[in-house]
């Protein structure tokens, strides 16, 4: 089993800056891609940043310029740094991570997600 553990949301005024965490545990042979997603009040979920194995990363374009995503896989976890934030960025954030468990088999896991609201 793997299990993602998303932090470092709140509330931040419009401008500011947040980085969220996602750690995963569990029996981790290898973790692939892995992605930020959110999701708004009354609106899909929709990507927001990924991070392949290989460092490669891309970004929505809402977020381009403003959110940073890296990982250190030392530790199995990814980050989000997030600035200049605009009230269209409130919405709960979600880590998504693949891989391979010890037991070489693929994993897709996500968790349960990290509330970010910028508020005046």
């Known amino acids: 089993q793997v299990q993602l553990v998303e932090s470092g949301g709140g509330l931040v005024q419009p401008g500011g800056s947040l980085r969220l ?3 995963a545990s569990g029996s981790i042979s290898r973790i692939n891609d892995v992605g930020w997603y959110r999701q708004a009040p009354g609106k899909e979920r ?3 940043a990924r ?3 290989g460092d490669n990363t891309n970004y929505a374009d809402s977020v381009k310029g403003r959110f940073t995503i890296s990982r250190d896989n030392a530790r199995n976890t990814v ?3 997030m ?3 605009k009230l269209e960025d409130t919405a709960v954030y ?3 991570a693949q891989g391979f468990t010890t037991a070489i088999r693929r ?3 996500w968790g349960q997600g990290t509330q970010v609201t910028v508020s005046s």
């Open 51 to 53: 991070i392949t194995s």
């Open 94 to 96: 979600y880590c998504n």
């Open 107 to 109: 994993f897709d896991a």
């Open 21 to 23: 965490s996602c750690a």
């Open 79 to 81: 980050y989000l740094q």
């Open 83 to 85: 600035s200049s934030l």
């Open 46 to 48: 929709e990507l927001v």
